[in-house]
Every structure is written in C-alpha cells, then in structure tokens.
C-alpha cells in the first residue's frame, strides 16, 4: 500500500480515471456496433440516424482528449464509407 500522502492520492487519481475511460470506452464501442449492427441489417434510416449518433459522440470525445483527432476523424470516414455502400446497394 501507499505510504505517503501523494501517493494515496495518485492511487484515487488513477481509480477515478480508470472508471472514466472505460465509460468513454464502453460507449464508442457501443454506439459503434449500434451502426454496424443497423448497416447490416440494411436500414437505412436507422443507420443515418446512428450515423448522426456516432459521428456527434466522437468529436466531443475529441474535444474532451478521450480520441485524437484524426483517430475520430479515421473511425467516423469508414464507418461513412459503410453507411455509403448501403444507400448505393439498396
């Protein structure tokens, strides 16, 4: 165990921090499958809507320095380019 002030505080630091990532985790990983899930189901209007979802989700988790900036910028363009091929098949 810690045996000094700050390092008791690093240890809740890093315990509060640890539940906060995996929130920010959890959530683009569901909001991610939330679209996947709609592409292949071919629905359209449930995918453009997850779509918006995603695409808002990602770029506050940019401006909060959960994703970089071009990580969001990579994972919103595919799952765009997805989302595209959908409306041109159907």
Request: aromatic content about 6%.
């Amino acid at each position: 165990m810690a045996n000094h002030k700050s390092a008791e505080k690093r240890i809740r630091q890093t315990a509060t921090r640890t539940e906060r990532n995996r929130y920010y985790k959890t959530r683009i990983k569901n909001i991610t499958r939330s679209l996947r899930e709609s592409i292949e189901q071919k629905d359209l209007e449930k995918a453009q809507v997850a779509f918006k979802i995603v695409n808002k989700e990602f770029h506050k988790f940019v401006s909060k320095g959960i994703l970089t900036k071009n990580t969001a910028a990579r994972k919103v363009s595919r799952l765009n380019t997805a989302l595209k091929k959908l409306s041109q098949s159907l």
